[in-house]
């Protein structure tokens, strides 16, 4: 039996990692960090920053580090996203069979919070599933959530405003979805995720108000704010720019109309 945890531990700012996170991280017997490639390699910094930091020197805990699979970039982008995650959950339970060959309690330190877009949940799901099963690889699991603070949760904290307006609903989508599908029809606000650059550009400007944060949490953090008209380009030049100097970057940013 694996006991696993997945545990969020904020955006970047170490201080954002609750006391129930520092719990789970020290009963674990087994932390697995992903290694993403060397542009993102502050992500894997921070990770094992966590490690040092908040494993008290009576834990078991070992930190084992994995290179995460390579999505595949062809243009069936569901399809590559499947063959993605069999083939995590594949380099998952090689990890679990060789450090943890009797079971016991496995952690993963998650980036935010595991229910908001990452894949973790659905790559556990198929730990016990048919395909694991034919290659006797099948495990049996239990999965505890260690809830963290979110990238959305840091933007609004950063521009200390309130999520939604009075009274109204807000739409959470990818940058993908926004250029592919434009201004969802009946929505007041919009927070726009996982956006490869720009996708703001593929709306009508006028009447819509934006709050940018990049790096949130991190001492690198960048804001930007105001009608989308005035400071599009602005953001556009930045993100650049500060993609350029560091390598890699992530951005978040709510849309209203206002
Ligand atoms: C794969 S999703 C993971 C989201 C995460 N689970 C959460 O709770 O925020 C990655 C996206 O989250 C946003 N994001 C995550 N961390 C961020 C940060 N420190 N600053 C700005 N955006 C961030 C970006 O939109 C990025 O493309």
Same mark, same amino acid.
């Given at each position: 039996?694996?006991?696993?945890?997945?545990?969020?531990?904020?955006?970047?700012?170490?201080?954002?990692?609750?006391?129930?996170?520092?719990?789970?991280?020290?009963?674990?017997?087994?932390?697995?960090?992903?290694?993403?490639?060397?542009?993102?390699?502050?992500?894997?910094?921070?990770?094992?920053?966590?490690?040092?930091?908040?494993?008290?020197?009576?834990?078991?805990?070992?930190?084992?580090?994995?290179?995460?699979?390579?999505?595949?970039?062809?243009?069936?982008?569901?399809? @590559?996203?499947?063959?993605?995650?069999? /083939?995590? !959950? #594949?380099?998952?339970?090689?990890?679990?069979?060789?450090? +943890?060959? &009797?079971?016991?309690?496995?952690?993963?330190?998650?980036?935010?919070?595991?229910?908001?877009?990452?894949?973790?949940?659905?790559?556990?799901?198929?730990?016990?599933?048919?395909?694991?099963?034919?290659?006797?690889?099948?495990?049996?699991?239990?999965?505890?959530?260690?809830?963290?603070?979110?990238?959305?949760?840091?933007?609004?904290? @950063?521009?200390?405003?309130?999520?939604? /307006?009075? !009274? #109204?609903?807000?739409?959470?989508?990818?940058?993908?979805? +926004?250029? &592919?599908?434009?201004?969802?029809?009946?929505?007041?606000?919009?927070?726009?995720?996982?956006?490869?650059?720009?996708?703001?550009?593929?709306?009508?400007?006028?009447?819509?108000?934006?709050?940018?944060?990049?790096?949130?949490?991190?001492?690198?953090?960048?804001?930007?704010?105001?009608?989308?008209?005035?400071?599009?380009?602005?953001?556009?030049?930045?993100?650049?720019?500060?993609?350029?100097?560091?390598?890699?970057?992530?951005?978040?940013?709510?849309?209203?109309?206002?």
């Amino acid at each position: 039996m694996i006991h696993l945890s997945l545990i969020g531990i904020g955006t970047g700012n170490p201080e954002h990692v609750t006391l129930a996170a520092v719990r789970a991280l020290n009963q674990a017997e087994l932390l697995l960090l992903p290694r993403k490639g060397e542009a993102k390699s502050d992500l894997i910094d921070l990770r094992r920053l966590l490690c040092r930091d908040l494993l008290e020197a009576s834990s078991r805990t070992r930190v084992v580090e994995f290179d995460l699979p390579c999505r595949d970039a062809r243009a069936d982008y569901l399809g @590559a996203v499947d063959d993605w995650h069999d /083939a995590i !959950a #594949e380099v998952w339970v090689d990890l679990m069979a060789t450090h +943890l060959p &009797e079971g016991g309690r496995v952690g993963m330190l998650i980036w935010g919070d595991p229910s908001l877009y990452d894949s973790s949940l659905r790559i556990a799901e198929r730990l016990g599933g048919e395909r694991f099963r034919e290659g006797g690889l099948q495990v049996e699991l239990k999965v505890e959530i260690v809830p963290g603070i979110t990238s959305l949760q840091a933007l609004t904290a @950063a521009h200390r405003i309130p999520l939604n /307006a009075l !009274a #109204e609903p807000v739409l959470i989508t990818t940058g993908r979805r +926004l250029r &592919e599908r434009g201004w969802p029809s009946d929505a007041e606000s919009v927070a726009v995720m996982l956006d490869s650059g720009g996708a703001f550009q593929a709306l009508p400007q006028e009447g819509l108000t934006i709050w940018w944060g990049a790096y949130l949490g991190m001492d690198k953090q960048c804001l930007i704010d105001g009608p989308l008209v005035d400071v599009a380009a602005t953001i556009l030049e930045r993100r650049a720019a500060l993609r350029e100097r560091h390598g890699w970057i992530m951005d978040v940013y709510l849309l209203r109309r206002v």
